[in-house]
């Protein structure tokens, strides 16, 4: 079976192309057969003027028309399509989605922050963490930042912030934002094990990759530091040139980093590993369950 989701952004529109097979333990196996990203930074409209203009939302539609021929190629059974920050903000968000639906037959679905943030049970990475630590799953986005805590194996909190990379280099995120999510995280994220932290997001995995660590291997909360420090002392030019970032990366990777390194000093966290899951893999995840039931 083939199975498609695609995670409409604040920054950018992916489509993940997965084929589901089942194993010899009867556990479902997803095997990644394309990622396509595409830069539409809807926040830009968003989170300056309330609503996403004709020009980005024409990009949007082509985008989406070009996700439609792909999901043919790839002969996809079925597919979920979801947007999250900046379409939750937007005022236009209704008008925008009937007219997807209209001229590309796709109908987009808004997640809640609550909902996004729940979206990372569905990669059952829980299964995947020892009993000896407690973790926090740190999703960072254009928008906003959704924190899941696990402990004994377990979720006990998780939580969706508009604070993200996108708001953050306009200008939108106030002392009194980040004080809430402190708040929240030095009250919800007490534990008896040691605290590691589990990075999602474009921004976190290219700092990865940049840190030529080996696969597998986490990151220290001072990397991340030296990297902030480093990467925020430079123009985006010089971001693209050295570093060979994409231009909707570069401006938005010193914000990413700012929003790691506080909820890791905040939780009291050192290490933070990357493994390559994201919202996108939740929702193919819970449409293969769907489809199973």
Known sequence: MTLAAIDIGSNAARLLISSVFVNLNGKPEFNKLNLVRVPLRLGFDVFDKGEIG?????????TMKAYKHLLKVYEVSDFRACATSAMRDAKNSKEIIKKVKEETG??????????????????????????????????????????????????KYRESFNIGTIRLLKGQVDES?????????????????????IGSGGNINKIFSLSKKKEGKPLSLQL?????????????????????????RADVIAPALLVYMNVMKWASISEIYVPKIGLADGLIQTLYEDIKK
């Open 106 to 155: 796709i109908t987009i679905e808004i997640l809640s922050g609550d909902k996004e943030a729940s979206m990372i049970n569905q990669t059952h990475i829980a299964e995947m963490l020892d009993k000896q630590h407690s973790y926090l799953y740190i999703d960072v986005g254009g928008g906003s930042t959704e924190l899941t805590f696990f402990e004994d194996g377990k979720m």
């Open 177 to 197: 934002s980040w004080n809430l999510m402190r708040d929240h995280l030095k009250e919800n994220t007490k534990s008896t094990l040691p605290i590691t932290a």
């Open 224 to 248: 991340l530091r030296d990297f902030y420090n480093e990467l925020s002392n430079q123009s985006v030019q010089d971001l693209i040139r050295v570093y060979k970032l994409k231009e909707d």
């Open 54 to 62: 004709d020009e980005r939302v024409e990009m949007l539609i082509q």
